[in-house]
């Protein structure tokens, strides 16, 4: 059983959900950064998603970019990121850990190369953001090969082959989006997913977890409630690291306090 099935027949076996907070590596530079991940989990974090810097992250809005800008101004290098996760994976051994990168990133390192680098670090997915489906065979085959779990987006209009391509070659979860556009947090969830997760689990796809614009607990009691297994919670988990950039206390304490609040919500009358 991979670390992902673990995870969500512990959740189903309580009536709670997974919530998932998202970091980049690096950010604002590596000590900090070893700070928020021990934060997050912490607070109570189900799984971590985590980015490595990347010069053009295209589906990311203003305040992960900035994230990315600060730890590679720090002069972070994937190596650095390897090191993170391998911490990270030997403090908590069953936590499932998963990137959301860019393709060329993969590329440029060689596929091989980098699934084979990520399994030795502690990964248990990779999502590349910018990569299509019907594009993704080559990736696909390396992360497997290395015994990691290709994940996909399911976009808020699919239509149905390439639904049905999104849960055929997935693995570990199914990351579906809220809304269109980039990264960034909503006041509330901006779009009625309910049938899209239906047809996702008539297609007997892997998990859906919603991503994009989660930054408040009755976002995801409402995400849950629409048949979503999890959230995930990106830029409103970097937002607190950037209001506490000169003070690691401060962003590990707000961390906390903001995972603590949002698990919460995940589980019967949170």
């Keep these: 059983m991979s670390r992902y099935e673990a995870m969500f027949a512990r959740l189903d076996a309580a009536g709670e959900g997974a919530f998932i907070p998202f970091a980049m590596l690096g950010d604002p530079e590596p000590a900090t950064s070893r700070i928020v ?22 589906a990311d809005g203003p305040v992960i970019q900035a994230a990315a800008v600060r730890a590679l101004a ?12 391998h911490d990270t994976r030997t403090a908590h051994p069953d936590l499932p850990i998963g ?21 030795d670090a502690g990964v248990d997915s990779v999502l590349v953001a910018d990569l299509p489906v019907a594009e993704s065979a080559p990736f696909s085959a390396a992360a497997q090969a290395a015994g990691i779990a290709p994940v996909f987006i399911a976009p808020p209009n699919a239509g149905d082959d390439r639904l049905a391509a999104v849960a055929r070659s997935g693995r570990g979860y199914t990351y579906v989006v809220t809304r269109k ?18 047809r996702l689990a008539t297609l007997g796809a892997p998990p859906a977890v919603l991503g994009f614009g989660i930054a408040h607990p009755e976002q995801v009691r409402h995400g849950l409630a629409m048949g979503a297994r999890g959230v995930i919670s990106g830029s409103a988990v970097v937002q607190r690291i950037a209001e506490h950039l000169d003070n690691p206390e ?21």
């Design 74 to 85: 720090a002069g972070v290098m994937p190596g650095d990121c390897w090191a993170l996760v």
């Design 37 to 58: 991940l021990e934060a997050l989990v912490a607070g109570g974090a189900d799984a971590l998603e985590l980015g490595i810097p990347f010069s053009d992250p295209v």
């Design 250 to 270: 401060a962003v590990r304490s707000s961390l906390e306090e903001f995972v603590h609040a949002m698990k919460a919500a995940t589980r019967p009358g949170g």
């Design 181 to 198: 556009g980039v990264t960034g947090t909503d006041a509330a969830l901006q779009r009625d997913s309910s049938e899209l997760l239906t």
């Design 99 to 119: 990137l959301l990168v860019y393709a060329n990133l993969v590329a440029h390192r060689g596929l091989e190369v980098f699934y084979r680098e990520a399994a």
